[in-house]
C-alpha cells in the first residue's frame, strides 16, 4: 500500500507518519506539504527507506492531482478544513484512490457529504473526520446508542484541557502560535451550527450548556462547539431529537470564550487575529493550566452519552476511555487517522462512498486496533447502563 500524506509534516501528520510505518502492509509513505523543509528533515530521522517528504500546494490543483496519481490512499491532515477539505477530496475522487482524513468542521464535512455519489461511481473509499473528535468521539457514540433500543438523543463531548501538542522535536515556532487548530477553534465558537434540538434542526451560536445525567458518573456539564459530529449522528440515527457535540469543563473560561466569538462575529477581529492572541504569550498553556485547576483526577477527557428506552422503559447509557495514547491532541487524532489503513486492510471499512466514521467504521475493530497504542495495551472502553 502506497499512501499520500497531504500537511503529513505537520503535528498530526507526523504522529499518522510514524504509526503508519508500524505497519507491514505500507510499502511508501509520501509527506506532502508546502512545509517542504521540516517535512524531510522529518522523514530523514526516521531512518525509514518507505518514508520520503515532497513539496505541495494543494491549491494547485494539477500538483495535487499528479501527487494523488502515485498512490493508493490519500490521509489528509492539512487544516484548517473549512479552508481545504473539500477540493483535497475532489481531487482524492476524480483519481480514483481511497481517503481519509481528520476534518473538524462541519460545513465541509456536508459539502464531502454531496460527493458520495461520486465516490461510488468511482470505487473510492472517503471517511471524513477520523481523529479524536470527530473520530474516537463518533465511535463512542456507536458504542452508547447499541445498549439502547431507541436512541433519542446522542451527545459527543470532549475536554478542552487535553487540546495540546507535545514537543516531538520538530514543533516550531509558527506551529507553536497562529497554527490550524487555533483558527479552527475560533472559527467553531464563532459560526453557527445546525443542532438538532426538540426534534428540529435548528442554527444555533456555540457555546450553548447543556446539562445530563451520565450513568456511573453524575451530573455534567457542556457547552456547544460547531464540530461535526453534530451534524453526521443524525444521519446514521435519524429520529434523534437532541443531538450535539459540546467541550466539558470550560466554565472558569466560558465568558472569554463568549468575548472573543463576539469580537470576531462583529468583525472587530479576523479568525487569525483572534487565534493568535489565544496562543500568543503562552496563552494555550495558561488557559490549559486554569482549566486542569477545576479538574477532578478523574474527569473524564473524551466521552458519549445516549438517551432513550430500552425494553420499553426510559434509559441512559455512556461510553468513554478511561486511557488514550499518550502524546497530547497530535496522538489522539493522528493515531486514528492512521488507524484507517488497517481497518482498511482487514475490510473493517464499508464499501464505496463518502463516510462519516459512524457509517463506515467497525467500532470493535477500532478500538481493539487502539488499544496497541495506548500505555498498558487498553484503552479502557467503559460502557455505562441506567435506567
Known amino acids: 500500500m502506497k499512501v499520500l500524506s497531504i500537511g503529513g509534516g505537520g503535528g498530526m501528520g507526523r504522529t499518522t507518519a510514524r504509526t503508519a510505518l508500524g505497519f ?42 499528479q501527487a494523488i496519481r502515485q498512490c493508493d490512499v490519500v490521509l489528509n491532515s492539512a487544516g484548517p478544513f473549512f479552508r481545504f477539505g473539500l477540493p483535497v477530496l475532489r481531487a482524492a475522487i476524480a483519481e480514483g484512490k481511497n481517503y481519509c482524513d481528520i476534518c473538524d468542521d462541519w460545513e465541509p464535512t456536508l ?148 468575548q472573543l466569538a463576539d469580537h470576531v462575529r462583529a468583525g472587530a477581529m479576523s479568525l487569525e487575529q483572534a487565534a493568535a492572541l489565544l496562543t500568543s504569550d503562552g496563552g494555550r498553556e495558561k488557559r490549559r493550566q486554569r482549566l486542569q485547576e477545576h479538574e477532578g483526577p478523574d474527569a473524564p477527557g473524551i466521552l458519549a452519552f445516549a438517551g432513550g428506552l430500552k425494553d420499553g422503559r426510559p434509559a441512559r447509557a455512556g461510553a468513554r476511555l478511561r486511557h488514550v495514547p499518550s502524546g497530547g491532541m497530535s496522538a489522539v487524532t493522528g493515531i486514528p487517522h492512521a488507524l484507517f489503513l488497517p481497518l482498511l486492510h482487514q475490510g473493517a471499512v464499508k464499501g464505496s462512498g463518502v463516510f462519516s466514521p459512524e457509517q463506515a467504521i467497525d467500532a470493535d475493530a477500532f478500538f481493539a486496533l487502539l488499544n496497541g497504542f495506548v500505555e498498558g495495551r487498553d484503552c479502557g472502553l467503559t460502557v455505562t447502563f441506567a435506567h
Open 24 to 65: 507491514p502492509f505500507v510499502e511508501e509513505i509520501v509527506l506532502a506539504g508546502i512545509d517542504h523543509e521540516r517535512a524531510d528533515r522529518f522523514a530523514r530521522s526516521l531512518n525509514d527507506p518507505r518514508i520520503r517528504a515532497i513539496y505541495l500546494d494543494i491549491t494547485d490543483e494539477n500538483a495535487l492531482r
Open 111 to 258: 459539502d464531502m457529504f454531496a460527493l458520495d455519489e461520486e465516490a461510488r461511481r468511482q470505487g473510492v473509499t472517503a471517511v471524513i473526520g477520523l481523529g479524536a473528535s470527530p473520530g474516537i468521539a463518533n465511535l463512542l457514540a456507536v458504542k452508547a446508542a447499541e445498549q439502547l433500543d431507541e436512541v433519542h438523543e446522542l451527545y459527543s463531548a470532549w475536554r478542552l484541557s487535553n487540546a495540546h501538542n507535545e514537543d516531538d522535536g520538530f514543533f516550531d515556532e509558527n506551529e507553536a502560535n497562529t497554527d490550524a487548530a487555533a483558527v479552527h477553534l475560533v472559527h467553531c465558537l464563532s459560526e453557527k451550527i445546525p443542532l438538532v434540538r426538540d426534534g428540529r434542526v435548528e442554527d444555533r451560536l456555540p457555546l450553548e450548556h447543556c446539562g445530563f445525567d451520565y450513568p456511573g458518573v453524575g451530573k455534567l456539564d457542556i457547552w456547544t462547539i460547531g464540530h461535526p459530529e453534530a451534524v453526521t449522528l443524525p444521519r446514521h440515527y435519524t429520529g434523534l431529537r437532541n443531538c450535539l457535540n459540546g467541550m466539558l469543563g470550560v466554565e472558569t473560561i466560558i465568558d472569554d470564550l463568549h
